[in-house]
């Protein structure tokens, strides 16, 4: 089946540790996203890549950084100088840079930290 | 599951009418529209999607309209089912800029049995 994989749903830390989030698709889409989701509000952009190697800061990219060395993959690090990170994690690809091609979504990841 | 959207606006309708979402949108540069649903503790799900040079677009018990001059977007759910019970966003696309999708803050539907 062909779709976007985030590993893992449930994910504890405690303040002060980075902690990174997985996602991979086999869709050979070229674009991929990271949202955040917090109760009460909409999605959140935090990095996108329209290629490999290569990325763009999204709405709210403090404390959070990515890679793009592979197309099928393209992991979040929440890093310790996120001020609030416990947030619900959304990754999406697109076939494109999102031009009038919708967004396919992973089922997410939970972060608390504490 | 997840407690997405605590604080959305809500929409409650009885099983069987049609539904009536809307959505205000933020910039009269975007060219592409796309609606959501989500359900509690999964990513959102592509419902239908509608670009600028139209006014409206129909899918299965689906249908999407769009008023570019107030900067509008409907979603028409008819016969509405109880698993259409989730939270629904819509989303834009810039035409400049950054080619990533813009969402709304999102409206949870619930279906009365």
């Known amino acids: 089946d062909g779709g976007i994989t985030q590993s893992p749903k449930y994910l504890f830390r405690k303040e002060g540790q980075n902690v990174t989030l997985s996602c991979e698709q086999n869709?050979?889409?070229?674009?991929m996203y990271w949202y955040r989701q917090d109760p009460g509000q909409g999605l959140r952009l935090i990095y996108y890549s329209q290629i490999v190697n290569d990325f763009q800061k999204g709405d709210i990219a403090e404390g959070y950084s990515v890679s793009r060395e592979k197309k099928e993959s393209f992991p979040l690090t929440v890093t310790s100088a996120q001020k609030n990170p416990t947030a619900f994690y959304l990754c999406a690809s697109s076939l494109r840079d999102g031009s009038n091609s919708p967004l396919h979504f992973g089922n997410g990841t939970r972060l608390t930290v504490t | 599951g997840e407690s997405v959207g605590l604080h959305l606006p809500t929409l409650s309708v009885q099983e069987g009418d049609n539904s009536i979402i809307n959505c205000a949108y933020s910039n009269s540069a975007s060219d592409y529209f796309i609606w959501y649903k989500q359900e509690s503790g999964k990513g959102p799900q592509f419902i239908i999607d509608i670009r600028s040079n139209m006014d409206k677009r129909q899918g299965q018990r689906v249908t999407v309209l769009l008023n570019k001059t107030v900067k509008h977007l409907s979603l028409q759910i008819a016969a509405t089912q109880p698993g259409d019970s989730a939270v629904y966003f819509c989303a834009e696309l810039m035409d400049t800029g950054r080619r990533a999708l813009t969402f709304g803050s999102g409206t949870r539907l619930q279906v009365q049995p």
């Open positions: 869709l050979n889409h070229d674009a």
